[in-house]
Structures are given as structure tokens and as C-alpha cells.
């Protein structure tokens, strides 16, 4: 039987894992810098870097030859506390992201970019100009995200959040009623492609969920939001409200899928556990809305009625496959 690691072993492996990308993305590091990153004396530094120097792999004369092994400048080491390695085996040897990969990641942080929240972190600025470099191409630098701007008015919705002062917008509802909304602001967020705002609304006298691609003319008002105790968790508000016009469909899936198919259910109809899944009836707008719902579970959610809307699933897996075949 293998002997269990002790926590001091685990935890300087953890740190000779760590410690060595460290030091070759910055080219060398003092000690006192490693310690400062990792949280670590300067002791234990001193030791992980006397570990890497007896690390490596059997070349191919299955022996650990000099070639074979991490090489430490240790001049510098030893007179300046200064990591550098002369040589390094193995990390090199990292797995390289597809253009395709690098294309996802880079729409991604472009997208998370688009909150104000998040669009002036340096972090990801830093993460987005270093994807951009190792793709080796320009064409990933211009991602085109497919969604409606919305930038504008996310600034002046994030201003009134951060402020606690009311919001004012034009909006259009999904029946095409337009209207003037004044709202509290209580919180944003992203569904898939697409900003919502949760917000008390004056005219209504309740939470709404407000689409940020339907709003028009969004102005930030001086007037304090007031305190709406009825809204203790804006967490836990359906983001769907179900209408007359939709299709209802029978949905099965697993537990993973749970959260995000409770977003679409009255609160008073949980949905129905059947053995290891769960079975609820879920309303759609339409049925082009529940293929990307369906979609985009990652075959976590399967549609068992009615025939219409499984035939609208198979159209679309049909038509993915044949142009899947003719691109390829």
C-alpha cells in the first residue's frame, strides 16, 4: 500500500509547482519576492529551489543525465538570493491551445470586459493582451461579440447602483408595448448573451426583470432608491414570467441542471424528482428560445413532450450535423 503523503510533503510539492512557472514567466525572481508571492519564508524558498534542482525526466538513455534535469544558476543564487534556471525540462512542454481555443477565451474576457464592473480591472486587460500574443494572430484581436450594445447604458445602470439612486429608461416589453419605466436598481446580471436588471418598478409596484437590449433613453436620477422589504433576496426572482402565449414543454434533467431550469418555474410548482432525474413543465416564449436553451445544457436537459418541440430539437441537431459535415 502506498504511503500517505504528509501535509509538509503536499505542501512543498504545491510549491514546486508553483514556484517553477513563476520563475520562468519572469525570467528570474529573488527569493524575498518568491517568499512575498507564495506567502512562504524565505527558508522554505531556498529549500523548493534545492528540490528543482533534483527534478527532472530519464532521457533517452533512462538515466537522469545533466540535460535531464533542472539546471540552477547557482552563482546567483548563492551570492545574490537571485532564481534563475540555465536549463528546465518538462514545463516546457505545456499544452497549446487551439486558434479556436484562444478565440473562445478572448470573446469570453471581451464579453465579462463589456461590465463596468470588470472592464477597467488590469487583470484582465493583462490576460486579454497576453491570449492575443500567443494566438500569433491578428484577427483574434477584432472578436466580434453577436449581441446587441449595451455598454452605454450598463455604465449609467452601475453608476446608480453604486450611487443607491433611481434609474429612468424607455423600454419595450416582449409584446412590443413600449412604455417610461422609473425603477429602483437592485442588481445586474448575464444570461447567456444577454444583461438583465433587477429593479423595484414605481410604475408596477414590484420587482421586474428588465432586458438591457429593450431599454432606450436610460438616464441616472438624483433621487434615492427607497427600501422595498418584500424584496429581501432579488436573488431568488424567476428571471422568466411565464404569459398566455407561450409553449410549455416537458423538460427532463439531470440534477447539475437544476438551478438554472428552476430560473423558469413558479416558485409553487418545484419540479417533480423521477428516479435520478427531475421532470417539470417549463414555458417558452417560443420554440426557437428552448433550442438554445436545450442547447446549451451540454445534454443536461432532454425534451420528452410535446412532439412539436422535439421535433424542433432534432431540426436543429440536424441541420448543426450537416453543416459540421460540409464545413469540415
Not at 112 to 131: I, M, N, S, T, W
Not at 147 to 172: K, P
Amino acid at each position: 500500500m502506498a504511503r500517505a503523503q504528509s501535509p509538509a510533503t503536499a505542501e512543498s510539492l504545491v510549491l514546486f509547482l508553483s514556484l517553477v512557472p513563476y520563475v520562468m514567466d519572469n525570467g528570474q525572481v529573488t527569493v524575498q519576492e518568491a517568499a512575498t508571492q507564495f506567502s512562504r519564508q524565505p527558508d522554505d524558498i531556498r529549500r523548493a529551489v534545492e528540490l528543482i534542482a533534483c527534478a527532472g525526466i530519464p532521457g533517452d538513455s533512462a538515466a537522469y543525465l545533466h540535460a535531464d534535469l533542472f539546471d540552477i544558476d547557482w552563482d546567483a543564487f548563492e551570492n545574490d538570493e537571485v532564481i534563475r534556471f540555465s536549463n528546465t525540462v518538462v514545463i516546457d512542454q505545456q499544452p497549446r491551445l487551439s486558434t479556436r481555443e484562444i478565440s473562445a477565451l478572448i470573446a469570453g474576457l471581451q464579453y465579462l470586459a463589456a461590465h463596468p464592473r470588470y472592464g477597467e480591472r488590469d487583470d484582465v486587460r493583462a490576460l486579454l493582451d497576453k491570449l492575443r500574443a500567443v494566438s500569433g494572430s491578428a484577427a483574434t484581436s477584432h472578436i466580434g461579440i453577436q449581441s446587441v450594445s449595451v455598454s452605454g447604458a450598463l455604465e449609467v445602470i452601475d453608476q446608480c447602483l453604486s450611487e443607491g439612486t433611481q434609474l429612468r429608461f424607455d423600454y419595450v416589453n416582449r409584446n412590443g408595448d413600449a412604455d417610461n419605466r422609473t425603477v429602483d436598481p437592485l442588481a445586474l446580471e448575464a444570461r447567456d448573451d444577454v444583461w438583465y436588471l433587477r429593479a423595484w418598478c414605481l410604475l408596477r409596484e414590484a420587482p421586474r426583470l428588465f432586458r438591457l437590449d429593450r431599454m432606450a433613453n436610460v438616464t441616472a436620477l438624483d433621487t434615492p432608491v427607497a427600501e422595498h422589504p418584500d424584496v429581501d433576496n432579488p436573488e431568488s426572482w424567476t428571471i422568466f414570467t411565464a404569459s398566455d402565449t407561450d409553449v410549455v414543454v416537458t423538460l427532463e434533467f439531470d440534477e447539475p441542471a437544476l438551478p438554472i431550469v428552476g430560473e423558469y418555474l413558479d416558485r409553487s410548482k418545484p419540479p417533480e424528482r423521477v428516479g435520478s432525474v427531475y421532470v417539470a413543465q417549463v414555458p417558452f416564449a417560443h420554440y426557437g428560445s428552448l433550442v438554445r436553451f436545450v442547447t446549451a445544457q451540454g445534454g443536461l436537459v432532454r425534451v420528452t413532450a410535446p412532439e412539436a418541440a422535439i421535433q424542433a430539437v432534432k431540426d436543429w441537431v440536424n441541420r448543426a450535423q450537416e453543416r459540421a459535415v460540409s464545413s469540415g
